[in-house]
Each structure stands twice: as C-alpha cells, then as structure tokens.
C-alpha cells in the first residue's frame, strides 16, 4: 500500500482544532501510533492493517485510563472512539472507497476495536502478564506470514505495561486537557520522526 494512502488514513487528524481535548488526544494517539520505531525496530507491519493496530492500542491504552474515572472523563473517552472510527470513515471516502464499502469497512473497523478492547483488557487484568503477547501477536502482528520476532513481542508488550503506569501516574486533569502521558518509546527513542 502506497504511503500516500496510509498517510491520508492514519496521517494528522483532519478536522485538528486546537484547544478541542478530543482533537488534540486523537492527534497524540495518531502521532504515538506512527512513531517509525514500531514498524522499524519492533517488526509491525508497516501496512494499513499495522497502522490501524497502533492507533487503536494508543486508542485503547487512553480509554483504559480514563475508564471508571467519572461522567466527564466517559463522555470524553466516547467521544474519542466516535472521532477515531469518524476519522477512519472520513479518510476511506478520501481513499476513494465507494459509499456501499465504506460502511462496512468502518462496522468491521468499529467491531475489530470492540474486540481489541476487550482482549486488551482481559489481558492486562492476567495476574501472570502471558496474555498481553497473545493479544499483541493476534492483533499487531496478525497480517506477519513469516513469524514474529519474540525479542520484538516482548518489547512490544513491555512498552505497553510502561504506557499503563505511565498513563495511571498521570494526573486525570492533565489527560482530559488532550495531552497522553504515553511511556518512553520502544529503544529510547524520543520522538516520532
């Protein structure tokens, strides 16, 4: 798939206002999410599909955190998913994808992120953390024919244990102000690049 169709997919946010909580986090999961270290270093595929699985782990991770934290921080956790799936629908019909494919591109795409965020859970709830790289396997490096790199899926998965401290250590008024506390990327790496 060419970049110029990953990048209108999972490229800046459009519809970016600034000062919008629900922009600016979405802006922040998508940045996060295509950080070259992840496709360079950690074996994700560098594909929509791989592409699509890091926004909606980042998507994920800052849901988690704002779960259970009260009416405001569910209202805006809502409205991220419903941004995340409008923004997917938005760059499908940018992409060309006819008005028939588009919706059920965007129901398979709004049913996948039901189910990673049910898997997700469920696997950092497991006391012995061995379901966290079952789930990333399936999910991250489903599309991966020639086999995943267990040093890759471990540091993969340690990445996303270090984003759940780092995200609950983060006061809740600083995220709901739109800006993630994401942990340091995979590598030492600073920056998305």
């Known amino acids: 798939m060419s970049e110029s169709l990953l990048g209108r997919l999972f ?3 459009s519809g970016d206002r600034r000062g919008d909580r629900v922009a600016d986090l979405f802006t922040a ?12 270093d950690l074996g994700v595929p560098d594909t929509l599909d791989g592409r699509f699985e890091m926004v909606a782990l980042h998507a994920f991770l800052v849901m988690r955190r704002l779960k259970g934290q009260g009416a405001e921080a569910g209202s805006l956790s809502r409205r991220l998913y419903e941004t995340m799936i409008d923004n997917f629908e938005k760059s499908l ?4 994808v006819g008005d028939t494919g588009i919706g059920r591109r965007v ?3 709004a049913r996948g992120m039901a189910g990673r965020i049910r898997a997700y ?3 950092l709830a497991d006391p012995e953390g061995s379901r966290l790289e079952v789930a990333l396997d399936n999910n991250v490096y489903g599309t991966v ?4 790199d ?3 899926l471990a540091a993969l998965a340690a990445y996303v244990r270090a984003c759940v401290a780092a995200l609950d250590g983060q006061p809740l008024e600083s995220l709901m102000g ?8 995979p590598g030492g790496e600073t920056r998305n690049g």
């Open 11 to 13: 490229g800046r946010f």
């Open 29 to 40: 999961i998508v940045e996060r999410g295509r950080a070259p270290v992840f496709y360079r």
């Open 93 to 96: 019909m940018e992409m060309g």
């Open 107 to 109: 129901k398979t795409m």
């Open 121 to 123: 859970d469920e696997a």
């Open 145 to 148: 024919v020639a086999g995943v």
């Open 150 to 152: 267990p040093a890759a």
């Open 178 to 185: 739109g800006q993630p506390d994401f942990a340091a990327l």
